[in-house]
């Protein structure tokens, strides 16, 4: 199994970007997922999470909270990470986890870059 991520890009800060998780070749609906971030010379950091079924809460960073949104339509395979108000500081690659117990599949990533 594998997801790939898409949908980074170039923005100007105050701009809004949605990365795409699609996930093919194991039971993604019985996966959370989650979003993590790794900007240069920093640490891997998790950005948003989202239950298996969407139903549960959701989690957030504190750095992102009130401007990133985390979802998933099951029927598509797929997980979303809507930004808005995006910051110089958000610039990073940015990548898709599904989880569920021990198992997990990463993502290779995509980059968001966002000028000042």
């Known amino acids: 199994g594998q997801v790939v991520e898409s949908g980074g890009g170039l923005v100007h800060a105050g701009e809004a970007l949605t990365l795409s998780c699609t996930a093919s070749?194991?039971?993604?609906?019985?996966?959370?997922i989650q979003w993590h971030r790794q900007a240069p010379g920093k640490e891997r950091e998790l950005v948003a999470g989202?239950?298996?079924?969407?139903?549960?809460?959701?989690l957030y960073a504190d750095s992102v909270k009130g401007r990133f949104t985390i979802s998933r339509d099951n029927t598509k395979n797929t997980a979303f990470l809507q930004m808005s108000s995006l910051k110089p500081e958000d610039t990073a690659v940015y990548y898709c986890?599904?989880?569920?117990?021990?198992?997990?599949?990463w993502g290779q990533g995509t980059q968001v870059t966002v000028s000042a």
């Open positions: 986890k599904a989880i569920m117990g021990r198992s997990s599949y």
């Open positions: 070749g194991f039971g993604f609906s019985h996966y959370a």
């Open positions: 989202i239950s298996s079924n969407g139903n549960g809460n959701l």
